[in-house]
């Protein structure tokens, strides 16, 4: 699997919710939406390949584990 395997199944996905939308805009903010979405499996895989010790998780994802934290809280990953 490569960065680039990822970013095409991120690119089909939002293709295929465009398509389901069937011409109506999008509503809200689509950005916040698609961060929000990728975000929660990322931080549970990660988590897990890191045996759930955050500050090696934190190291991974290039955050400071506080910031990792506060991921974790409103994803509900804690």
């Known amino acids: 699997m490569s960065k680039q ?7 089909e996905s939002l293709e295929a919710y465009f398509r389901d939308l069937r ?4 509503g ?3 950005y916040a939406m698609v961060l929000h979405a990728v975000e929660a499996p990322l931080l549970e895989v990660v ?6 010790n ?5 190291e ?6 506080n910031t990792l934290r506060k991921k974790l809280a409103e994803h509900k990953l804690l």
């Open 5 to 11: 395997h990822i970013e095409e199944c991120v690119r």
């Open 23 to 26: 011409g109506t805009e999008p």
């Open 60 to 65: 991974w994802l290039g955050m400071n584990r």
């Open 47 to 52: 988590m897990k390949q890191a045996g759930h």
């Open 28 to 30: 809200g903010d689509l």
């Open 54 to 58: 955050q500050s090696r998780a934190a």
